[in-house]
């Protein structure tokens, strides 16, 4: 599933759509909540992280668009980068659900060492499968300022 940002009135190709995978959308949608507040209404922020066309407006888009932007010319989003990275480096290993720790299956889907966590009984926690970047950031103001308006998808 990806997060397809549907242009309302483009001014430009950098404007037209944003696309972000599931796994990009939701670090971004977070950062944006954290960093932006004000901005979104309750339910804006609730619906952004799923595909039900909620509209945000182009006066919203723009106060986005400059509060990251100022965040982007400080250094603040490379530093949130490089904490949240550090974050998942940091954040143990779980036990794996499908063989629950003990490095095997016996179901109906497999029998012997565990396909998940490769016999290992553990698996990286899920937030480390969402990754967040300074570049996505980048393209995702650039979009802002020139999408007027955008419904989520």
Known sequence: MGFDLIAVAPVSADGENFHN??????????????????????????????????????????????RLERMLAKGEVKKYEKEYKRFQLEVPDEVCKFCHGIGKRNDKHLVGKCNVCQGSG???????????????????????????GFEIW
């Open 122 to 148: 553990k698996v990286r926690p899920y937030v480390c499968s969402y990754p967040f970047e300074e570049s996505n950031v980048r393209d995702f103001v650039a979009f802002l300022n020139n999408c007027g």
């Open 21 to 66: 995978t599931c796994w990009g959308w939701r670090p971004l949608w977070q950062f944006l909540i954290e960093k932006c507040p004000g901005v979104l209404t309750d339910k804006q922020i609730e619906l952004g992280g799923y595909n039900d066309g909620v509209l945000v407006d182009e006066s919203q888009c723009l106060e986005i668009a400059v």
